[in-house]
């Protein structure tokens, strides 16, 4: 099965809306592939552009390039470690504790960085590539690897960008678990 063979069936939305949202999904199944400079940036890009609280922007992109892959891979916890070494970056979202203007803490901080998460995740699928965000990180070694103080920054996710790999080459278990999923219905989470 291909990307173009997807089964997006099972997303069914209540009313029409933009197939790139009902599209994106995290999947585990990478193949090795190289991400141009050009695409990468237009990926960050995206994500500079979220909205964020006073506009104070708090999200920190740490990439990993050819040379530091393996690095930020050790940074995983081993389950995530074992399907991330195929996707081509891995990134940790890093999160400013404190308003830059005046120093108070910032309690949407991890909020605003949920938003720029999404921006980029949906640039991703524009350039034909996946995201996976990941909670399964070593967060104490991400912050010493970064050379981050913790009480200034938080360690937010990290994540994966990556090419799909051809899930025909998939064994049987493994391409049963790279579906989409389904979503709680909006009356579910929508209350009038």
């Known amino acids: 099965m291909s990307e173009n063979q997807i089964d997006f069936s099972e997303r069914q939305t209540k009313v029409d809306v933009d197939p790139i949202f009902v599209e994106r999904w995290s999947p585990r199944a990478f193949q090795q592939h190289v991400i141009d400079e050009a695409t990468l940036t237009r990926i960050m890009e995206a994500a500079r552009w979220s909205p964020s609280c006073f506009n104070a922007q708090p999200w920190r992109l740490y990439t990993s390039t050819k040379a530091t892959f393996d690095e930020y891979l050790n940074l995983l916890v081993e389950g995530n470690q074992a399907w ?23 309690a949407y901080a991890e909020f605003d960085c949920g938003a720029a998460w999404m921006a980029l995740t ?3 699928r524009k350039e034909g590539l996946y995201t996976h965000g990941m909670g399964g990180i070593l967060k104490p070694e991400v912050a010493d690897y970064l050379k981050i103080d913790p009480a200034q920054h938080e360690v937010v996710m990290g994540f994966t960008i990556g090419k799909l790999a051809d899930l025909s080459n998939l064994s049987d278990e493994k391409r049963s678990q790279e579906v989409p999923n389904s979503r709680k219905s909006l009356d579910d989470i929508w209350f009038r």
Do not use: C, W, Y
């Not at 991330?84 to 910032?106: L, W």
């Open 122 to 124: 949906l640039q991703a």
């Open 84 to 106: 991330a070494k195929d996707t081509s970056v891995i990134g940790f979202m890093v999160a400013e504790r404190h308003f830059e203007h005046n120093g108070k803490p910032n």
